[in-house]
């Protein structure tokens, strides 16, 4: 895997078990402190226990083997549609899916290319917007 960075809807200050036990975060990252202070959220904030956690690097996805073997993960993007035209970030989320059916992850991670025009084919047209085209460059 490549790091990326991409535009979503990512859901942070995630509630765990005790000290994450049983969690095995997979993408974390760090919100900047406008994302943190809001008006990003609704109902709108700022709420005093995420600003309170400022510079906290959050996890928002995770993955969990319970001790009879069941395994899940938890994501908290996939929003965006355009996204999955970002080899990493589609890589990121094949590689769970395998890995929740106890098959093994390939070394390099699951293969798999989308073009641009696979990518937007069958999409329903939405009212005054087009879609941006992918870019899988570093930022």
Do not use: C
């Amino acid at each position: 895997m490549e790091p990326f960075k991409i535009k979503d809807e990512w859901y942070f200050n995630m509630r765990w078990r005790e000290g994450e036990r049983g969690v095995l975060p997979i993408l974390v990252a760090t919100p900047s402190d406008d994302v943190r202070d809001g008006p990003y959220v609704y109902p709108k904030g700022p709420y005093p226990h995420i600003q309170a956690a400022k510079g906290r690097r959050e996890t928002m996805m995770w993955a969990v083997e319970r001790t009879d073997g069941g395994r899940g993960f938890g994501f908290t993007g996939g929003h965006y549609h355009i996204n999955w035209g970002n080899d990493n970030f589609r890589k990121v989320v094949l590689n769970a899916l395998v890995w929740v059916t106890g098959a093994n992850v390939p070394e390099k991670g699951v293969a798999s290319s989308v073009t641009e025009d696979e990518l937007m084919m069958n999409l329903d047209p939405k009212k005054g917007s087009k879609p941006k085209p992918v870019s899988n460059k570093k930022k």
